[in-house]
């Protein structure tokens, strides 16, 4: 996903996102001459699957771009009911362009 927003401000957005939806975060790496890394953990809520999440934020003082990984164990039965879980906060408007 690419958004008209620094590298800076759409990396913090995302980490105030993921502490909201309440993944647990084990690193936070703002982006600086490497790309920005949250790394976090999400357990589903029936069976109790933990889930490792990654999202990578590069760009510029303009341009923001970026690439969010999910690692599951069990990805087949469970693509769709993953996908929806990281698109869950963009929906809510929890991370966007219009913030800031």
Not at 19 to 30: A, D, F, M, S, Y
Not at 58 to 78: E, P, S
Request: charged share 30%; hydrophobic share 35%; net charge negative.
């Amino acid at each position: 996903m690419e958004l008209e927003r620094s590298a800076t401000e759409t990396s913090t957005s995302w980490h105030e996102a993921v502490k909201r939806i309440g993944w647990t975060i084990v690193l936070n790496e703002p982006p600086g001459e490497q790309p920005g890394r949250i790394e976090a953990t999400d357990r589903t809520m029936i069976m109790g699957y933990t889930d490792d999440v990654l999202v990578r934020v590069t760009g510029d003082d303009t341009h923001a771009f970026i690439d969010v990984r999910l690692g599951v164990a069990l990805r087949h039965a469970r693509s769709r009911a993953n996908a929806d879980r990281i698109r869950a906060p963009l929906c809510r408007g929890e991370v966007g362009a219009g913030e800031g």
